[in-house]
């Protein structure tokens, strides 16, 4: 499963715009470098297969276009699946808070979706104000240099293929593959289901 030449170039040339440095990761605490581009990657509850149902996917949309508004990133990817979420965010220069924007997002879709969630709920969620839908943390990786840029792409858009919900990758519809065709970054028919999933050993936070 390999970026064709076109979008790998377009890739480096968003690299070079963006200065994203070869930062080393802390081992035991997220890595917070203003500016920088990161990984996420977003579970449910329980791992409840609801994101992809009607009300919940519109929820998330709602909440990532209201706060992009008030606190702006740049998506560079996206896969929405029915229990997890990936994405790419690369975040203003001088501003390291992706984790306000998170509880942002995990609220409103909350709050609009909380007549739709039937989960129990502990005492120390309760005490936390959350309200059943998401898995309290996240899984976090900033982005080092354009090799793991290319490779972190290349999994989002293979996910649903690799989880079994499609053989093709283009008719997986919760996906930024779709807007990377229309931009000329890849073929329609790119990483189709005969391609090897080379990237199943690494770790990229998937729900256990």
């Known amino acids: 499963m390999r970026m064709t030449p076109c979008v790998a170039c377009a890739v480096r040339t ?55 508004a008030e606190h702006p990133f740049t998506l560079d990817a996206f896969v929405l699946l029915p229990d997890h979420l990936h994405c790419i965010w690369t975040l203003p220069l001088g501003d390291a808070s992706y984790a306000l924007r998170w509880n942002l997002i995990k ?39 354009e090799q793991d840029l290319i490779k972190h792409v290349e999994y989002i858009h293979w996910n649903p293929v690799k989880h079994g919900y499609v053989a093709r990758v283009r008719d997986w519809p919760y996906s930024s593959f779709h807007r990377y065709v229309r931009e000329g970054l890849y073929p329609l028919d790119w990483a189709s289901s005969d391609d090897a999933n080379d990237a199943a050993a690494e770790d990229y936070g998937e729900p256990q």
């Open 107 to 145: 609220r409103f879709v909350s709050q609009a979706t909380r007549h739709l969630v039937e989960s129990p709920i502990s005492r120390s969620r309760q005490q936390r104000r959350e309200l059943g839908l998401w898995q309290r943390r996240f899984w976090e990786h900033q982005i080092r240099d």
């Open 14 to 68: 968003t690299l070079c715009a963006r200065n994203i440095k070869n930062e080393p990761m802390a081992t035991f605490r997220r890595a917070v470098v203003p500016g920088a581009t990161y990984f996420f990657t977003v579970t449910t509850f329980q791992r409840m297969k609801v994101l992809t149902n009607a009300p919940f996917y519109s929820a998330l949309k709602s909440a990532l276009t209201q706060v992009n």
